[in-house]
T-cell receptor
Framework: NAGVTQTPKFQVLKTGQSMTLQCAQD?????MSWYRQDPGMGLRLIHY???????DQGEVPNGYNVSRSTTEDFPLRLLSAAPSQTSVYFC?????????????FGNGTRLTVT | KNEVEQSPQNLTAQEGEFITINCSYS?????LHWLQQHPGGGIVSLFM???GKKKHGRLIATINIQEKHSSLHITASHPRDSAVYIC????????????FGTGTLLAVQP
């Protein structure tokens, strides 16, 4: 039981390049989400999904796309990277998106955009 | 004003000390989470609370729903407790979103 697996751990991109951050969970969780963590700020929600085929925007969705074709996978796509997207990205899952669900986080992806 | 405020932002303690980290929030919630993040590391869930008190080893978490306040206590602190401790609340109702505090950086010195 691996929990939540994020890849890659580190990535450097040039402005304008695209890439996909991978997130997979093996706990059959319905709810998955992507956050970014910036110095001096709390984790901010980028996108989330309450089940396969369903996604929605969080508070900072601009510049990011997501899809949820399976329960296990929730990739985050940067279509045209910008320096403002330099951050640490965390994927998280929980059995449901409701209050009583414990949170499981991946180990994070540190992204630098030059 | 942030909807979730933590205090202190930074805390240095000597090994063996009793530590308290506070979290105040201004919205209606369905649950409150305490998380731990070691430097350069991932985020681990410590507690999920909707009322009362929970204990796990040397860690104790309490919540007062009426006062919109939660505390995380660490008894007999140890250098391995050094980490960032993050409070997060899940809003009640249809919104159901998580709101995170900015974290408390704890350093426990031997």
């Amino acid at each position: 039981n691996a929990g939540v697996t994020q890849t890659p751990k580190f990535q450097v991109l040039k402005t304008g390049q695209s890439m996909t951050l991978q997130c997979a969970q093996d706990m059959n969780h319905e709810y998955m989400s992507w956050y970014r963590q910036d110095p001096g700020m709390g984790l901010r929600l980028i996108h989330y999904s309450v089940g396969a085929g369903i996604t929605d925007q969080g508070e900072v969705p601009n510049g990011y796309n997501v899809s949820r074709s399976t329960t296990e996978d929730f990739p985050l796509r940067l279509l045209s990277a910008a320096p403002s997207q330099t951050s640490v990205y965390f994927c998280a899952s929980s059995p449901t998106g409701t209050g009583g669900s414990p949170l499981h986080f991946g180990n994070g992806t540190r992204l630098t955009v030059t | 004003k942030n909807e979730v405020e933590q205090s202190p932002q930074n805390l240095t303690a000597q090994e063996g000390e009793f530590i308290t980290i506070n979290c105040s929030y201004s919205v209606g919630i369905s649950a409150l989470h305490w998380l731990q993040q070691h430097p350069g590391g991932g985020i681990v869930s410590l507690f999920m609370l909707s009322s009362g008190k929970k204990k796990h080893g040397r860690l104790i978490a309490t919540i007062n729903i009426q006062e919109k306040h939660s505390s995380l206590h660490i008894t007999a602190s140890h250098p391995r407790d050094s980490a960032v401790y993050i409070c997060a609340v899940r809003r009640g109702g249809a919104t159901n979103k998580l709101i995170f505090g900015t974290g408390t950086l704890l350093a426990v010195q031997p």
